[in-house]
């Protein structure tokens, strides 16, 4: 394989790299086998950087879908669930829908923003120059 193909694949591979961050997917969507990546990480310092803002970008991806979920919500149609038809608005005689907030991804947003402010904290014992010891103990002990 050319150069100039290589460095074709590389692109592609990349590029779906950044949107889906799955490097099975990535190699598909190129349409190179998946070892082909790891041979490049193997062999290519420029490849390294290119991958790791690669890696950069997917990650900002889904923190954004998740900052979007957690605050903008999901749009749930609503169906009867007797008959399987769905419920429409009475005043537009749409689709009825509500959005479905993640209280859950709000959370880890919240601790990844500020993690001394959010970080669970556990304090065992009085004393903090003092070891704690734990026993695990089994119910046929």
Request: proline content about 5%.
């Given at each position: 394989?050319?150069?100039?193909?290589?460095?074709?694949?590389?692109?592609?591979?990349?590029?779906?790299?950044?949107?889906?961050?799955?490097?099975?997917?990535?190699?598909?969507?190129?349409?190179?086998?998946?070892?082909?990546?790891?041979?490049?990480?193997?062999?290519?310092?420029?490849?390294?950087?290119?991958?790791?803002?690669?890696?950069?970008?997917?990650?900002?991806?889904?923190?954004?879908?998740?900052?979007?979920?957690?605050?903008e919500g999901v749009r749930?149609?609503?169906?009867?669930?007797?008959?399987?038809?769905?419920?429409?608005n009475p005043e537009t005689g749409l689709p009825?829908?509500?959005?479905?907030?993640?209280?859950?991804?709000?959370?880890?947003?919240?601790?990844?923003?500020?993690?001394?402010?959010?970080?669970?904290?556990?304090?065992?014992?009085?004393?903090?120059?003092?070891?704690?010891?734990?026993?695990?103990?089994?119910?046929?002990?």
């Amino acid at each position: 394989m050319g150069a100039d193909k290589i460095s074709l694949h590389k692109k592609a591979f990349l590029a779906a790299f950044r949107k889906n961050g799955n490097v099975t997917r990535a190699a598909e969507a190129a349409k190179i086998d998946r070892r082909t990546h790891y041979d490049w990480m193997k062999a290519d310092a420029a490849y390294i950087l290119d991958f790791a803002d690669a890696q950069k970008d997917a990650s900002d991806f889904l923190e954004e879908e998740a900052r979007r979920r957690a605050t903008e919500g999901v749009r749930k149609y609503r169906f009867n669930p007797k008959t399987g038809e769905p419920y429409t608005n009475p005043e537009t005689g749409l689709p009825y829908y509500e959005h479905d907030y993640s209280d859950t991804l709000l959370i880890f947003l919240m601790k990844g923003a500020d993690p001394e402010k959010y970080a669970e904290r556990h304090k065992i014992g009085s004393d903090p120059d003092q070891p704690v010891i734990l026993k695990v103990v089994y119910d046929d002990e």
